[in-house]
């Protein structure tokens, strides 16, 4: 049976042993240890109570933006606003209200979280926060296109109902109302330093998905070229959800820069995560196809870890990725196997590691940063 979170037990024992920022610092909280000599671990130190309140962050930045997502997508013609109403669950594809299967939310969490830390409210970032979500789903909608995905939070993707065509255009469509959202209601004083955060976040978004599929025709992906794709494809916006949340609560240059590397680190995480879940999570639970990302011969980190391992292993996978058969699903499982063989769960387990590190050492002090960490360690956790 596969495990719910592939590398959530194999990363809280990679930080038993982690230096700690400071005396008696926690490096994963922030907070006091409990033992001078024993700092403890993820699991530890994210409480069921910790873990509980991150995730009605989740719930309340979802509740807090879907009147701005909504009024947003309602301003576009039919069908466009049909399908991205049914692409948000919103309703079904003949346009009919149910209580569909949403997103995490986990970017406008994020930005909530980190205008709260500078003292922000919500009506301050609440549309920073949908902008964050718009652009979010824009890259969804264009991924599904590119990788042939068929389902997403087990239904038809858009593409499937709609032809890839009409996919797009819906896609194109989010990006633009992100940045009409945030120019529209971020607070005046920052709106024009917002609106370029957001277009250049998108930029590197653009920049990283092409590199991610580029990787797939390439024979070797090198560690370095992967965490610069990385970095593009889901740090820019992790990174500017935080940025966006502290520039709306009025923070400073520095507390926004320090803003912008914890989510940039945590995107790191977040993606070395879902390469990890892709392999070995449950289909049943992340709601997508077992092992898509080997059937689509994608070079995430674990196969990147793998084929350059020099092991009997790796250079098998190397034959697999390079053969001109179809990747079935049993050659796709063996690909697994190959490449926990090789070390590419636990390099990935490393890796991951030391970006939740560096996430929770870049928040300046002095700050109330007990969501933000609450939100790392769920990210470290997450089954899908």
Not at 197 to 211: H, K, S
Request: proline content about 5%.
């Amino acid at each position: 049976m596969r495990a719910s979170n592939p590398i959530k037990h194999a990363v809280g024992q990679r930080l038993r042993s982690a230096k700690r920022p400071g005396p008696n610092r926690n490096p994963v909280t922030g907070g006091p240890d409990t033992c001078e000599d024993h700092p403890r671990t993820v699991e530890s130190a994210l409480p069921t109570s910790g873990e509980r309140s991150a995730r009605r962050q989740l719930t309340a930045a979802r509740a807090a933006i879907e009147p701005v997502l909504r009024a947003a997508v309602g301003s576009l013609a039919e069908p466009l606003d049909r399908m991205a109403s049914y692409h948000f669950g919103w309703c079904d594809a003949e346009g009919r209200p149910i209580q569909g299967v949403q997103g995490k939310a986990l970017r406008p969490a994020l930005t909530f979280a980190a205008s709260a830390a500078c003292g922000g409210t919500v009506p301050q970032s609440v549309h920073a926060a949908a902008a964050v979500e718009l652009l979010h789903n824009f890259s969804l909608v264009h991924d599904d296109v590119m990788d042939t995905d068929p389902f997403r939070h087990g239904r038809p993707t858009i593409w499937r109902l709609w032809g890839e065509t009409n996919a797009t255009l819906v896609g194109d469509a989010m990006q633009a109302l992100a940045l009409g959202v945030l120019s529209d209601g971020a607070p005046e004083e920052v709106t024009a330093e917002a609106v370029i955060r957001l277009a250049r976040a998108t930029v590197m978004l653009c920049r990283g998905q092409y590199e991610d599929c580029a990787f797939e025709t390439r024979s070797s992906v090198s560690v370095e070229e992967y965490l610069s794709m990385a970095a593009g494809k889901t740090g820019a916006l992790l990174g500017c959800a935080c940025a966006l949340g502290a520039l709306c609560a009025g923070a400073d240059h520095a507390v926004v820069s320090a803003m912008h590397t914890f989510g940039t680190e945590l995107g790191l995480v977040f993606q070395l995560v879902d390469d990890a879940i892709d392999i070995w999570g449950d289909p049943a639970v992340t709601g997508k196809p077992a092992h898509s990302d080997l059937i689509h011969r994608k070079q995430s980190f674990p196969v990147v870890c793998a084929l350059a391992s020099g092991t009997g292993a790796g250079r098998e996978l190397a034959r697999i990725y390079q053969a001109r058969q179809p990747m079935t699903a049993a050659r796709a499982a063996r690909a697994a196997d190959l490449i926990e063989e090789a070390g590419g769960r636990q390099r990935t387990v490393v890796r991951a590691a030391s970006a939740l590190r560096a996430a929770v050492d870049a928040l300046p002090p002095g700050l109330a940063v007990g969501e933000l960490t609450a939100l790392a360690q769920l990210v470290a956790h997450r089954d899908r």
